[in-house]
């Protein structure tokens, strides 16, 4: 009875695998450049409130030192960090979030912006005062001086404004990347002048890296072979026909031991 279902079951393999194919690996690249699962996670702490955001950029001002420059390690850090401030329901749908990248296009639509604003030569990082552009901190005070010469920038729904700014100041705009030291250079001296009441800051994300990588997302690939393979139909029939003989003598052997037993 077992030999029989052994038997059964190794033939049906058989047939099922009777013909070979080659696996195709997919990947799925996105037209906008690369966005760090940091700035990812701080949109999704934005989304739960602008306090949570900001609570994330003052414990991610620069933490390059604080792992060691493995994406796991980089990505446990992330979590544990946004795990101060999140339940753990919360901190699992940030989990699956950063795992399908669905802030990527968020992130990337306020670095768009400061294609509007391209950045002076050679800086990673800037602040923009009404129009007038430097990466040199030291510059800050002689812009705000001078900002009333010049219009307000136009902010939008989703720019991230620091608690406590005054609207009426001057409104200095960082494009910096969060987590880095230059950034953490800026966030200190625009902080300060909020709490003067000599500013409005705002921060938009910027960044220039590589494209993103996504997963979780269905790929249909319709691939033709061009190439003509001449076939013997014959012998692909008399192949055919003997599987098909065999699997009904044997499918015959099974029911009879079964009915014995």
């Not at 699992?92 to 002076?120: C, D, G, W």
């Not at 609207?167 to 705009?173: E, H, W």
């Not at 008399?238 to 699997?247: D, S, W």
């Amino acid at each position: 009875m077992w030999l029989c279902c052994v038997l059964l079951l190794s033939l049906l393999s058989a047939v099922s695998g009777a013909s070979d194919s080659k696996a195709i690996t997919t990947t799925l690249t996105t037209k906008w450049a690369n966005t760090p699962l940091l700035l990812e996670a701080s949109e999704f702490l934005a989304e739960e409130s602008q306090e949570k955001f900001w609570d994330f950029v003052e414990a991610n001002q620069n933490i390059e030192g604080e792992h060691d420059d493995t994406d796991l390690a980089y990505y446990e850090l992330i979590v544990k960090k946004a795990g101060a401030l999140l339940s753990s329901v919360q901190l699992n749908m940030l989990k699956f979030a950063l795992s399908l990248r669905a802030y990527s296009s968020t992130v990337h639509s306020l670095q768009q912006i400061a294609s509007t604003e391209p950045p002076p030569s050679g800086c990673s990082a800037f602040i923009s005062v009404h129009g007038e552009k430097t990466c040199d901190v030291e510059k800050l005070d002689s812009l705000l001086k001078t900002a009333s010469e010049r219009p307000k920038p136009y902010l939008f729904k989703g720019d991230h404004r620091y608690p406590g700014s005054n609207p009426d100041a001057p409104v200095v705009i960082l494009y910096a990347q969060m987590g880095k030291s230059d950034f953490q250079e800026f966030h200190r001296v625009l902080t300060s002048k909020v709490n003067e009441g000599s500013a409005t800051y705002v921060l938009r994300h910027y960044l220039l890296v590589s494209k993103v990588h996504l997963s979780g997302y269905g790929v249909e690939l319709a691939i033709k072979s061009q190439e003509y393979k001449a076939k013997d139909d014959t012998q692909v029939q008399g192949e055919q026909t003997h599987r098909n003989t065999l699997l009904t003598h044997t499918l015959l052997l099974f029911s009879h031991e079964f009915w014995v037993v």
